[in-house]
């Protein structure tokens, strides 16, 4: 994630300082990023050096809150972290507190916001009146999740690192839900809270909705939404096509950022830079979100 934010950086014209921990991660860095990078870590860096005004954090999902709560004690003002923010509600939590004692915005990276194909679905949805319902899976690849390397605390929360990508995507174009009723079964190694998720219930804009994942085989991401006029396909949630009077018709991109870049990237970090947070997952937002992500994962919150 950090060498696409540096691609988009670099295509921006932004003059940035990249941090990095280790000799590794510096090096591939640099391999793919015309930028030299700091070595030794965000804390030798913040004694020696000003604070930024404004960071990016792209860090594993187990140092995202760390290093977020560092940046606003040393007195940054605005914070683009990577999702989900935390490895779970309570380290959410601690980075909105800070966030909101401090004065300064934190917003959480889910840049599926940003596609092309979520900016058409939403001015669709918008002309049709709001969401009647939808219906969202997400399956995962389970043979290539454990090859990857991720830590056992990550695998454990494997919903909340990864899945509520399209979840996130789902609520945020429809509501969050009022009305929640969560189903799961069975476990894996890697994840024992659940193996099988399945739920239905209505969101705050009235849209009826139900998801469903089976993690014992390979799945994938998809979200399909009724309006009054059409039903939006997201499959992949890239792509978006639409079915009208049982007529499918592909809708194509207005432009090709998002084949240029990691999808959704270039139109966030333009955003945040910009100080346009009107489509960001704030931290706040990201807190009250943990609660319902906890309901569908089984995770029992730590409040």
């Not at 994630?1 to 921006?12: E, F, N, P, Q």
């Not at 929360?157 to 079964?185: C, I, K, M, Y």
């Not at 009107?278 to 569908?296: F, G, K, M, P, S």
Request: net charge negative.
């Amino acid at each position: 994630m950090a060498r696409a934010y540096g691609a988009v950086l670099v295509d921006l014209g932004v003059e940035f300082q990249v941090i990095g921990r280790s000799e590794a991660s510096a090096s591939a860095f640099e391999a793919e990023v015309p930028v030299r990078v700091v070595r030794g870590g965000l804390e030798n860096v913040l004694r020696s050096a000003p604070h930024p005004d404004r960071a990016i954090v792209a860090v594993g999902v187990d140092g995202l809150a760390g290093a977020a709560v560092r940046l606003l004690q040393s007195g940054c003002a605005r914070i683009l972290l990577e999702k989900p923010g935390g490895l779970d509600d309570s380290q959410v939590r601690s980075v909105a507190e800070v966030s909101a004692a401090t004065g300064a915005a934190v917003l959480v990276a889910y840049n599926r916001r940003f596609y092309e194909s979520t900016a058409r679905a939403r001015r669709l949805i918008v002309d049709d009146g709001g969401v009647e319902s939808f219906d969202l899976e997400f399956g995962e690849r389970v043979d290539a999740i454990g090859s990857v390397g991720f830590p056992d605390s990550v695998l454990r929360r494997w919903f909340l690192a990864n899945s509520t990508h399209p979840v996130d995507l789902a609520f945020h174009l429809a509501g969050r839900p009022v009305e929640l009723d969560a189903q799961r079964s069975g476990s894996l190694d890697w994840h024992p809270s659940a193996a099988v998720f399945r739920g239905s219930g209505t969101t705050d804009s009235g849209a009826r909705f139900q998801y469903r994942a089976d993690w014992r085989t390979t799945g994938s991401w998809g979200l399909e939404i009724e309006t009054r006029r059409r039903r939006l396909l997201l499959r992949p949630l890239e792509r978006l096509r639409m079915v009208v009077d049982g007529v499918e018709d592909e809708v194509e991109p207005e432009d090709d950022v998002d084949q240029r870049f990691k999808p959704g990237l270039h139109r966030q970090v333009a955003a945040f830079l910009d100080g346009d947070d009107r489509l960001a997952c704030t931290v706040a937002e990201q807190v009250e979100n943990c609660a319902v992500y906890d309901r569908i994962a089984g995770y029992g919150s730590s409040r």
